[in-house]
Structures are given as C-alpha cells and as structure tokens.
C-alpha cells in the first residue's frame, strides 16, 4: 500500500525576530520578550541557562506570575496596559491581550508554520480551500486568505472566534472567502465527511486538553488519532497538505509523523517533521516550544 515517505531528518523551523515581535533575551527559567511596543517576562521553564542582560534590562512593561496551576496566573505592569494593541506579521494585522494563559493572545513560534503555509498557499497556483481546526485568533488562517485561500476557521470558543474576526477587520481581510464555524473539532469534522465535503489543505493545532461549546472534553492522547482518520478523509484527490501542531509535553515529532503517516495510507507524498523553535535577536540561543508534522503532496 502506498505510504507518504518520513522525511529521515527532523526540520527545526526557526522564528527570529520581526518589527512586532522578538525574543530580547532568556535564562533563569523566563523570557524576556518584545510585543510591539511593550517588553513582556514570561516564565520558560526550559531556559536553563543565565540571562545575558542586567537586571534592569529586566524591568519589563509587563510580568507574568504563574499560580501554579497549568498555564493560569496573572500579568503585573508597570506602566498602565491597554486591553488591546495592534501587531502585524506580514500582512495580517492581530490585537495583541494580555490573557490569563500566559499568552497574548497568538503564538510568536507559529510564525514558523505562518510561513510555510504562506507559501505553500501562493505556490499552489490555484486558489486552495482550507480548513483550519482549533484556529483560535486566526493569524494562520488570515495568513492563508492574505495568499488567497478560501478559509474555513474551527474553534470551540466563542470568544476566540470574536477576536479572530475582530483581526480580519484589522487585516482589512474581513471581505475575504472565510467562514467563522464555532463548533467541536471532531463534530465538525464528522458532519463535513457526511456531506463529503473535501479540502485541498488542513490545518490543525489541538491543545492537550480542552472543551467544545457543548462541554465536549477533547484529550490529545484519547482523540487525535479520530481526528486524524476524519481529516484523512476530508482531504481531496489533489490535496496540497496537511499540517499537524501538537503543544504536549510527551509527543514527538517523530511521532506526529508517524500519526500522520498512518491516517495517510494510501496517498504517496512526503512527511517532514520537527519542532518550532523561538531564537533570540542575536539568533543563537533559543527554546523550542512545539513540534509538527506537515503532510505534502
Ligand atoms: C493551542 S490553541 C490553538 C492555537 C492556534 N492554532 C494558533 O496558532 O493561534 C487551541 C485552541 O483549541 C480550541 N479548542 C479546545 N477544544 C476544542 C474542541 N473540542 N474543538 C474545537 N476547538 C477547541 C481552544 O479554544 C483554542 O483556541
């Protein structure tokens, strides 16, 4: 049975800085980071190394404190903080938020994954139809319609759903093909198979835990390799790719290929896989904080 092929070597998909974002600087397990106009400490475990920088260098906009549980805790700020400011990658343009996640509100590592879809998007040389699962904000899924995708955007959250459409608008990308679906990830694929629709790529970033809007419990390790088998399913016959992002503290990339390689049995093509990597400004000290495996026809 034909299989797609492993690539043998793992990529290491690096972000370095842009205008709107940079790593300035990490160690002591934190990072000391750049949004926009404001600098932004947030604890890294993995940053086992010592800071570079003074600690008056340190003195950021902006710290988090970790309460302990998961990624929960609360941001400190020295000067006063806005709900929202604009960035920009590219050409989409998204609200930068301080969320009780420890995040703002997008993932600077995804750049890796914005890139590669970008062009995989504007080399297909016909206009694509994408599906984008667990979609959250949607830098992804505006970084694909800004390449001329049609775009159906899946997320569980409501409120992720308003705030990806809020940066549409920002985009000036709101007049753009995309359909904003909140709904389950494994529901809205179930029903998408039944009405044989296909896609020419998919994109999905499942989270190690979460709910749908009904309360529906999603567990990576319990539901991916469903998922996967729909997903398979939705692809068309001349399907472009499917990329696969995992935050999971015990999955590989490796392993993620393999995952994929599987659901694909029956189409050739090529798997590479690795891990999305966030370096300093000065590009040789980093943290990689998610791996993938990316499907190609
Ligand atoms: C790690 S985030 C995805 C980040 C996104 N790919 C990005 O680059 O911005 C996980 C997302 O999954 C959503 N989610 C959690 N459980 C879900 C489910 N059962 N169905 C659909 N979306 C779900 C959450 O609301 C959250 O937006």
Redesign the pocket.
């Known amino acids: 049975m034909v299989r797609p092929t492993i690539q043998s070597v793992p990529t290491v998909a690096r972000t370095t800085a842009w205008a709107d974002y940079g790593l300035i600087d990490s160690g002591a397990g934190r990072k000391l980071e750049r949004y926009g106009r404001f600098t932004v400490v947030r604890p890294e475990p993995q940053c086992l190394w010592p800071p570079r920088l003074s600690e008056d260098a340190w003195k950021a906009d902006a710290v988090f404190d970790p309460s302990g549980e998961e990624d929960q805790g609360r941001w400190r700020f020295s000067k006063p903080a806005p709900e929202t400011w604009p960035l920009k990658w590219r050409e989409v343009s998204f609200h930068g938020r301080f969320t009780a996640f420890r995040h703002l509100a ?2 600077p590592e ?1 750049a890796g994954n914005w890139e590669w879809l970008d062009a995989r998007v504007r080399g297909a040389g016909r206009p694509l139809k994408i599906l984008n ?5 949607g ?2 899924t505006l970084a694909c319609a800004a390449a001329g995708a049609e775009v159906t955007h ?4 409501k409120k ?1 759903i308003g705030w990806a459409r809020e940066n549409a608008a920002l985009s000036k990308l709101d007049d753009r093909p995309v359909r904003w679906i909140c ?4 529901r809205y694929a179930a029903r998408e198979v039944k009405r044989g629709n296909l896609y020419d790529g998919i994109i999905l ?3 190690k835990y ?3 809007p009904e309360g ?1 419990v ?1 567990k990576l390790y319990d539901d991916l390799p469903g998922l996967m088998a729909q997903c398979a399913q939705l692809l068309s016959k001349d399907a472009s790719f499917l990329l696969l992002n995992a ?1 999971a503290e015990r999955i590989s990339g490796v392993a993620l290929a393999t995952l994929l390689a599987d659901a694909l049995e029956g189409r050739a093509g090529t798997i590479d896989w690795g891990e999305l990597a966030l370096m300093e400004e000065t590009d040789d000290r980093g943290v990689g904080l998610s791996f993938f495996a990316r499907w190609t026809s």
Do not use: I, M, N
């Open positions: 997008f993932f995804q699962l667990f979609g959250y904000t830098v992804a899946v997320d569980a959250s992720a709904e389950d990830a494994r970033d499942p989270p979460g709910r749908g529906e999603w935050y």
